[in-house]
Antibody, heavy 125, light 112 residues
């Protein structure tokens, strides 16, 4: 059974760094990609970035300067680190598995077929 | 970046009715493999977000047949036939053709 579970601090101070962990089960990180999506309170979804099965990463250009995604395949964990947090980074942060393939040029993904419950993060002093 | 527009923020319907949710892309979502990289998701309170449709019209495993995805190019529709009480939720479209992946703003189905 495919499962993803986010964990991390619920409260982060402004200007500090957010660190989240996504622990997965039921699939291999070396043959699947995992992505991060966030949702501010009462608002829509924003794709943040992801890490592909080969370990390469892709980031939303709006967040790229602050964001880092990495993994530890031996622990089945994917990590998100984002620095210089501000109050508008307050959101629920989801990790998701995405299905796709590499066509020789691009990583092609067609669906985020499994989602975690999300980790609520509040940025406040 | 590709913008996805879901015109309706809310739709009020009664159980048993049919409803269509539209998603318009700022450019074609057709890839060189002949498939559209447009998917649909359902968010319900207390539940994990659920993938309903991918490649514009393919239902994911276990999704009821009353959920129908259609469209091509830049115009896509998620239709729900005979809406059930558990279908009252927020629906999002997502394009994964080009980075950054982008979601539509969401459409909330509300009880009339």
């Amino acid at each position: 059974q495919v499962q993803l579970k986010e964990s991390g601090p619920g409260l982060v101070q402004p200007s500090q760094t957010l660190s989240l962990t996504c622990t997965v089960s039921g699939f291999s990180l070396t043959s699947n990609s995992v992505h991060w999506v966030r949702q501010p309170p009462g608002k829509g979804l924003e794709w943040m970035g992801g890490i592909w099965g080969d370990g390469s990463t892709d980031y939303n250009s709006a967040l790229k300067s602050r964001l880092s995604i990495s993994r530890d395949t031996s622990k089945s964990q994917v990590f998100l680190k984002m620095n210089s947090l501000q109050t508008d980074d307050t959101a629920i942060y989801f990790c998701t598995r995405s299905l796709g393939y590499y066509d020789g040029y691009y990583h092609v993904s067609y669906v985020m077929d499994a989602w975690g419950q999300g980790a609520s993060v509040t940025v406040s002093s | 970046q590709i913008t996805l527009t879901q015109q309706a923020e809310s739709l009020w319907i009664s159980p048993g009715e049919r409803v269509s949710i539209t998603c318009r892309a700022s450019q074609s979502l057709l890839y060189t493999d002949g498939k559209h990289y447009l998917s649909w998701y359902q968010q319900r309170p207390g539940q994990t977000t659920k993938a309903l449709i991918y490649h514009a019209s393919v239902r994911t495993d276990g999704v009821p047949t009353r959920f129908i995805g259609s469209g091509s190019g830049t115009e896509f529709t998620l239709s729900i036939e005979h809406v059930q009480p558990e279908d009252f939720a927020i629906y999002y479209c997502l394009q994964t053709l080009k980075s950054p992946w982008t979601f539509g703003g969401g459409t909330k189905l509300e009880l009339k």
